[in-house]
Every structure is written in structure tokens, then in C-alpha cells.
């Protein structure tokens, strides 16, 4: 073990871990899109600029959806230009046609879709039945497809949905081979209302690897509701996914699901993997710094533990 250094972890590798793990940060669109106050434009690019310089490489910036349904990203138009020139992939939700166009116009080169694998998610999140959306997004895809853009498929209520309880496993796994059949180049697995525990990821990435779905195009999306982010990350990380979305300062929710508060803390996180000798390329002095000036932007402090042990500031 090595020793420990001021404000970092001891180092004690596990056996069977990956080497490295690609942090997809939604701060900026999975965090911010429950704030009920507008967060002004200019704050939100410069939280998307101050991620990009505290080593995060994969910054999901927005959504292109319809306004009236999530107007906390109403400016996804007026965000994109004041963000300038980074050099890190900037993915953007796009539910439709609509979205892609608005998306494609401003140059994006990353975007997601987002199905859900309940009925009463898809209903509540897109007014549509789930294989109707399934349906809408198949000319997005192929449309990104042919535009070289690559394709996140986000799917939500993995585990549990706060209106049909717990979600069958092969319900699942049908709508991942839907989305990747469609052309999806990743997944993602949503833990919306943060109610999975690690021995039901482990039962769901058994039963994807039993379908043939490649573990290197599955990421993990883990919002904290229980205290179970961290935990269910170690159980995705022992099967080998190496993608795992985080949220700086533990920002977010779903405007759309009952009970989803913030996803798992990116300084959290970071502050396990590098604990755990996994290579992420994150500063986490500046990371912390950047959620320390976010909770300010927000009036209230991150629930992040890591951001709050480490922070110089009293919040
Ligand atoms: P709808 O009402 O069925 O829309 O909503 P529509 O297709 O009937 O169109 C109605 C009008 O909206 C039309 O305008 C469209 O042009 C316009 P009109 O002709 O009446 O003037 N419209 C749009 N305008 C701008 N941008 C667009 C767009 N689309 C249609 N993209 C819709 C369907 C999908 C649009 C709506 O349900 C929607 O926007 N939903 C988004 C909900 C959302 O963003 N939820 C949060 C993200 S998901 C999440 O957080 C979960 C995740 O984190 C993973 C996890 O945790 O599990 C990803
Ligand atoms: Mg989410």
C-alpha cells in the first residue's frame, strides 16, 4: 500500500479490477436539468469548461428536447457556441428528429438517445409506449449513424421503477438488443431512482453477457438515492465495464421520475478508483474546487462526501 499523500487516497489495487475507467460526467445535463431556479448559460459553460480542465474527457453538455419539458435546458442553443473549443467529446441528448436537427445544426458529434425499459417511464419521460419510442429513435440513429455521429443509448429503470416495482431482468435485456440492433455504438444502464444493489447488477450483467451484449459497449448510470452508487460501480467493475457516468458534486435527478435524486458523485468516484489504482485522468483538487463553486452557483451545498471532506471552503 502506498502512503497516503494530503487530500488523496492510500493506494491498494484489487485483483480483477480494470487498469482504467472512462468517466461519461452529466453534471452539466443529468445534474442541472431538476434545478428548478434557471441556472444562468454562462455558469453552465463555464462548469462544462472547468470539468474539461479538471481531466474529464466525456462532458454531456445538454439535452435537445422540447423546452416546455425540461426548460432548465431550454438554452441548449445559446450554451453550445459560449462553450468554445474543447478538446473532450461533448454528448447531447437528442430524443427525435427534432432534437438531432438542432443538435447536427450546432455541430454536435456525440448524442444519446434515451429509452426506458418500463412502460410507465416511457409514458411519464416521452409520451410514448416503450417500443414507440424504440421507434422514434430508430431514424435518429441511423440518421447520426450516417452523419459518422456516435450514438449513446441510455437506458432507464434497469433495476426498479418507482410505479411497477422491480423490473424483470429479461425486460431489460430486450430493449438493450433493441437499441444496439438499431446501431447504437454504447449503453447505458440507468439506475434512475438509485434503488439497485450490487448483487442485481451483477445478476443484469450476467444476463446481458448470457445474450451476447459485448461488455465494452456497456456503461453504468447509477444515481445515489440509497447510498448504493459506489457499491453497485465495484459490482460493474468486477465484471469489466470500464464506463461509468458520474455527476460532479452528486448533482441531478429526473424531472420525469419520483424519488431520483442526484447520481453518484464523480469526486466520490474518483476518490475509489484511485484508491484502487485504477487510472481515470482526473485532477481531483480541481474537480472538488469546480463543485465547491457550483454548490455556490446553487446556494446549497453538494452532497458529495468527498467534495465536503475535501473542500478548503465552508459551504
Ligand atoms: P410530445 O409532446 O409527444 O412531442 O413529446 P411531439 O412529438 O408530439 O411534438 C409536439 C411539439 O413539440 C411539436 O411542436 C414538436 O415540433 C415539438 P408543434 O408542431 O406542436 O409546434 N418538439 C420539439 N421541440 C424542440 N425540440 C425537440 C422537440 N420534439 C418535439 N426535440 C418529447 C415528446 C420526446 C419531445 C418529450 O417527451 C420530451 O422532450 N421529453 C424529454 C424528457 C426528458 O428530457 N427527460 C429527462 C432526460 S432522461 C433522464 O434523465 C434519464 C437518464 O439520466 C438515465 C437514467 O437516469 O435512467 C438519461
Ligand atoms: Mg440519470
Request: charged share 20%; glycine share 10%; hydrophobic share 45%.
Amino acid at each position: 500500500m502506498s502512503t497516503p499523500e494530503l487530500g488523496l487516497p492510500m493506494v491498494a489495487p484489487a485483483p480483477g479490477l480494470p487498469d482504467r475507467v472512462r468517466i461519461h460526467e452529466v453534471g452539466a445535463r443529468d445534474g442541472l436539468q431538476n434545478e428548478k431556479g434557471t441556472v444562468p448559460t454562462e455558469v453552465k459553460a463555464e462548469f462544462v469548461r472547468r470539468l474539461a480542465d479538471a481531466g474529464l474527457t466525456t462532458i454531456e453538455a445538454t439535452s435537445f428536447v422540447h423546452p416546455k419539458w425540461v426548460p432548465q435546458l431550454a438554452d441548449a442553443e445559446q450554451l453550445f457556441p459560449l462553450i468554445g473549443d474543447l478538446p473532450v467529446a461533448l454528448p447531447v441528448l437528442v430524443p427525435n428528429d427534432r432534437g438531432l436537427d438542432r443538435a447536427l445544426a450546432l455541430g454536435a458529434r456525440r448524442v444519446a438517445v434515451f429509452a426506458s425499459a418500463t412502460e410507465s417511464f416511457a409514458e411519464a419521460n416521452l409520451n410514448r409506449t416503450v417500443d414507440e419510442a424504440l421507434a422514434m429513435f430508430e431514424p435518429v440513429v441511423a440518421r447520426a449513424k450516417a452523419s459518422d455521429v456516435h450514438v449513446r443509448g441510455y437506458l432507464s429503470m434497469c433495476f426498479g421503477d418507482p410505479w411497477e416495482g422491480a423490473v424483470p431482468v429479461p425486460q431489460v435485456v430486450r430493449v438493450c438488443g433493441a437499441l444496439l440492433d438499431m446501431g447504437c455504438d454504447e449503453l447505458s444502464l440507468g439506475d434512475t431512482i438509485g434503488v439497485a444493489t450490487p448483487g442485481h447488477v451483477s445478476e443484469l450483467l450476467r444476463a446481458l453477457n448470457e445474450a451476447r451484449i459485448p461488455t465494452d459497449v456497456l456503461g453504468v448510470h447509477f444515481h445515489d438515492t440509497y447510498g448504493q452508487a459506489l457499491a453497485n460501480t465495484y459490482a460493474a467493475l468486477e465484471h469489466g465495464v470500464t464506463t461509468v457516468d458520474a455527476s460532479a458534486g452528486g448533482l441531478g435527478g429526473c424531472p420525469y421520475a419520483k424519488s431520483a435524486t442526484g447520481n453518484l458523485a464523480t469526486e466520490d468516484l474518483v476518490w475509489m478508483l484511485r484508491g484502487l489504482g485504477i487510472d481515470t485522468g482526473v485532477h481531483l483538487d480541481r474537480l472538488v474546487a469546480t463543485s465547491a463553486w457550483m454548490a455556490e452557483q446553487l446556494g446549497r451545498p453538494s452532497p458529495s462526501r468527498t467534495v465536503r471532506a475535501l473542500s478548503h471552503k465552508e459551504q
